[in-house]
């Protein structure tokens, strides 16, 4: 069995088996030779130390694992052979025959930074070389991002910390997909000492003179035997098909995550800023919020643990689409993670409180009534109409919404229409009409102190009854279903005629007690004892309505069907049949036949 030693590359410690050790010794002796009179000798050897280094890593599974001769292989395949560049053969003569082939390579993309070409942080020419765009129109996008939409300054600062900067001669390498060999560290190290127009020259009459020495020393049997042993099979290319096709997919997913994760933020950031900043900084237009707060929560507070509850998870989701685009993604760490996490904690259960705040504020309903006689006998006609308010609208519409705005003495109030009519007969001498107020509360005094405050009014002159389509109440009492019901008893005679403005403020139809519907508005209608004669409506108003399949009454007349029973009244006259009697009632007397 092989001993293992230690080896220390980059300042990374790697366990290696002896004949392995042995291997890479003479492979990084070889590369040393080569580059013996070369500018720069010392940088190229460090960043080929440091490449190689990020190769065993990536070939590891943890601290213990071994490097053996097929991870060595592995790595002077990917960098190149020692003879490729001049260095001599003798060093490498007790190696097997099979272990001297080059390897195709093959380096993909990876994105970093380029701050040797940045005015900020590096983003757009990075950005440039991984898309293989100029980078002046990667720049012209940021400024689009930022002065048309204002969401570049925020995409800019994420992939700022998150994208790493390409520190190294290996990662600047991989940051325009070329593969990372010897040769191309060599080069990009001399152009940091020489001029464009020498790096070029140099590097040209060295790569002429390594594949003229490289075309002197081809062994074209070895490598007919190399390309054989290394090239796929059928299902090999199948996989790698499907794969192909697997990672396009990936990628697909990772923009749309990107795409997703950030409009959500941008959206988040936004409505914050429009409602925890603009209510901190007392923008007007912010305090409809505050009326339907009834909780009194700080609208600030509550933005700000909607930003937190709902942005963490679509960074995490943006996050998570950069990570499939970008390989070498830095991690934002576990600190972060953590931190992240326990705000996002914490703006859960915050919400779930202010919810529960919320709720409880809805728990009691209460109202409160006031009741006042009107000067209307069974003789008298009685005229209903509703008044609008320039202040809240002009149209005469019943719903449950509000609006806060200044009355006409230059108050701020609440101000609402959730109102309904109902008509009931009374027998008593003069009308009286019931107003009722109710609204909800954390308990029986609060909500009857908001039905309390709300404030709505009413005049009767010359036997018309004018009330306002609205209702108003102080924005300290907050909005939180206050309601309206106005019971008007009439005295049974009378006649009333309800504003076709009344129309959408009575029910739809009598139930219970009531005896006035919308279809009545616009009529005279003479109050009975349980409902309401119209001399002006027509039938269709009047329609009656039996919830019955047995019975069936229209213009024709009325019909009744019960099993062999059938009754029929019509302008014929009356028709009764049964399974032995038939009766037939007209103008010619009465005929009866009987069925033995």
Not at 71 to 96: A, R
Not at 149 to 158: A, F, K, P, Q, S
Not at 452 to 458: M, V
């Amino acid at each position: 069995m092989n001993k293992t030693v230690n080896i220390n590359l980059a300042g990374t410690f790697f366990h290696i088996d002896e004949d392995a050790y042995l291997k890479l010794q003479r492979y990084l002796e070889a590369i040393k030779r080569s580059f013996t009179d070369s500018q720069g000798r010392t940088e190229i050897l460090a960043d080929i130390e440091a490449r190689i280094a990020e190769l065993f890593n990536e070939r590891v599974q943890n601290d213990k694992q071994v490097i053996r001769l097929k991870e060595v292989d592995d790595v002077i395949s990917i960098m190149g052979q020692p003879e490729d560049y001049l260095v001599d053969d003798e060093i490498f003569e007790d190696e097997e025959p099979h272990a001297t082939f080059q390897r195709k390579t093959t380096t993909s993309k990876k994105l970093f930074r380029d701050t040797e070409n940045s005015y900020i942080g590096g983003v757009a020419s990075g950005l440039g070389h991984y898309f293989g765009i100029d980078t002046i129109w990667i720049r012209l996008v940021w400024i689009l991002l930022i002065f048309g939409m204002g969401t570049g300054i925020l995409l800019y600062i994420l992939l700022w910390i998150l994208v790493p900067e390409a520190k190294t001669t290996a990662e600047k390498i991989m940051m325009t997909g070329e593969p990372v060999t010897i040769s191309n560290i060599e080069k990009k190290i001399k152009d940091g000492f020489e001029t464009v127009s020498e790096t070029v020259t140099g590097v040209a009459k060295n790569v002429s003179e390594s594949v003229s020495n490289a075309a002197k020393n081809v062994d074209f049997k070895k490598q007919g035997n190399s390309i054989k042993s290394t090239s796929k099979n059928f299902f090999d290319t199948i996989a790698d098909i499907i794969m192909f096709f697997f990672k396009v997919f990936a990628k697909f997913i990772g923009i749309i995550l990107i795409i997703v994760g950030a409009s959500a933020l941008i959206a988040l950031i936004i409505g914050w800023f429009s409602v925890g900043i603009a209510n901190v900084l007392h923008i007007p237009g912010i305090e409809f919020l505050n009326v339907a707060n009834a909780g009194n929560t700080p609208i600030w507070f509550a933005s700000l643990l909607v930003f937190l509850a709902f942005g963490i998870p679509f960074f995490f989701l943006f996050y998570l689409g950069l990570k499939i685009l970008i390989n070498n993604l830095k991690s934002i760490g576990s600190i972060a993670k953590f931190t992240l996490l326990g705000l996002w904690l914490f703006a859960i259960i915050g919400l779930s409180v202010i919810g529960i705040r919320e709720a409880s504020e809805h728990a009691f309903n209460e109202s409160y009534i006031e009741k006042t006689g009107l000067n209307v006998t069974k003789t008298d006609t009685l005229n209903i109409k509703m008044l609008g308010n320039d202040n809240y609208r002009d149209d005469y519409y019943r719903g449950n919404n509000f609006k806060l705005a200044y009355n006409d003495q230059g108050k701020k109030v609440i101000y609402a229409s959730d109102i309904e009519i109902i008509v009931k007969p009374t027998t008593d001498s003069i009308a009286t009409i019931a107003i009722e107020k109710s609204a909800d509360g954390r308990d029986y005094e609060k909500a009857r102190e908001r039905a309390k405050n709300i404030n709505y009014k009413f005049e009767i002159k010359n036997k018309t009854l004018v009330l306002d389509s609205y209702f108003t109440t102080n924005p300290e009492n907050k909005f939180i279903d206050q309601e309206l019901n106005i019971t008007l008893y009439l005295p049974i005679g009378c006649v009333v005629n309800f504003n076709n403005n009344t129309k959408d403020f009575l029910n739809f139809d009598t139930y219970d007690d009531n005896i006035v519907a919308s279809r009545h508005a616009n009529h005279y209608l003479k109050i009975a004892e349980d409902s309401v004669l119209c001399d002006d409506c027509t039938e269709d108003e009047f329609e009656v309505d039996i919830d019955t399949p047995n019975v069936n009454i229209n213009e024709n007349g009325i019909e009744i069907k019960s099993g062999n029973n059938n009754l029929k009244i019509d302008e014929n006259g009356i028709k009764a049949e049964s399974k032995k009697v038939k009766v037939n009632m007209d103008a010619n007397g009465i005929n009866i036949k009987s069925e033995k």
